[in-house]
């Protein structure tokens, strides 16, 4: 990456950049680059990809707060689309659907899931500890949240395999990168989206998946209005599935990953269990499952020194504002007594994520079972790294848990 600041009229005082996210090696292993943003001046500008890029954390923070300015309604990712959904909208209307769909995540909903997500975590655990050497991302990492979202939607364990099929594809459909097997994976997503449609208007024709115990029941339920639709319903269980699904799986295989490659602090978890919340947390700032996302300035918008003009696309680096050594020092090394509490893995401001409760609890079950039942984690093959421009993670995960 080059960095190098331009002249008077350059991009209002911001510093030049190369650095771009869209790039996979880059993507995979984005630190350096994030260390020389930070220490460049925390607003950029990369004119190859016509993208400002905000890296501070303050600054990151500041421009999440401000939605008058800049904001979601024109998508938050590179391709600018617009939809009356609740990541895409700011104001009034999102206030109205962040209300309408808090009742599914109240702490009573977060509470009677919790033996579910245990026991999932101790099943898969164990099934990684009986097979040395496995791929603890396919064994472990992917099938945890799409099982407990399978779960709390009350899909019966009969359809479990149909529906985690229909649902892995499903969420491709958001591959938005130009390259063909992404094009292709999106059109398969869109066909599984369809046939996930079905499933559901089918089990709701017959009162299924709505009894008060299940996710979309409770949304049912808190909206005795009637104000959500069948769409409003299975378009919450999509989000469900899009949003929670990578990003969980990208910090489950990223903390085990972490804790292989730092012994010593998987053994201060070992000792003292009740710094597993606290180690979560560090995680989440360490991994960044979401390392950036997007927003458009709907006015001109300023920033210190430079003024970012109306109409113009911001990538906001949450990756490397978690890394900033002004807000967390010795910010690349993993600490799990940190308590890194400004950290913003799950955003922040209106947009916070709903999931982060749900998201924590499966990381804190695994890191329990682990801490429990395995004495050290060993990476017994090559590790490989996502490629994807926003969601980061390890594809796979060769380990072995030595037992406890
Ligand atoms: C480690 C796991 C997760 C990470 C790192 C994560 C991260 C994030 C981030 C950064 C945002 C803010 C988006 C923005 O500012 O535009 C967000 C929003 C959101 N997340 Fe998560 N998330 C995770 C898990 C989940 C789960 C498990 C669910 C649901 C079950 C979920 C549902 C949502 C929803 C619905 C929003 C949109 C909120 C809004 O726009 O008001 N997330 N998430």
Redesign the pocket.
Known sequence: MKTRLRGENAYRGATLTTYDPLDPLTAAQPHADYRELLRTGGVHYNPGRATWIISDHALVRAA?RDTDRIN?TRG?TRLQFSMP?????DGEQ?AQ??KK?QPA?TKRALQTWAQMIDGLARELVADVLAQPGCDAVRRLAIPM?IR??AN?LGIPESDGDEFRRRSEDAVRIIDFSPRLESVLASAKGAGAVVALRRYFTDRFATGQLLSTDTVLGRLVEGNADGAMTEDDLFFFAL??LI???E??T??LGGMIDTLAANPHQFEQIRRDPDLIPMAVEEH?RFS???QN?Y?YTVADYSVGDVTIPEGSRVL?S?GAANRDPAVFTDPDTFLADRNPRSH?????????????P??RM??CAVLRELVEKVRRIEIVGAVGWSTNASLRGPTRLPVRFVPA
């Open positions: 999440l979601s938050v959904l609740l990541v895409l909208t999102h659907l962040r769909v995540f949240p407990m979202i709390i989000l469900l949003a929670g699904n990003t969980t990208n910090l989440l960044s499952p979401i996302l927003r906001l949450f913003i893995a799950f955003g922040y401001g209106a947009h916070m994520c709903i999931g982060a749900l998201a499966e990381a």
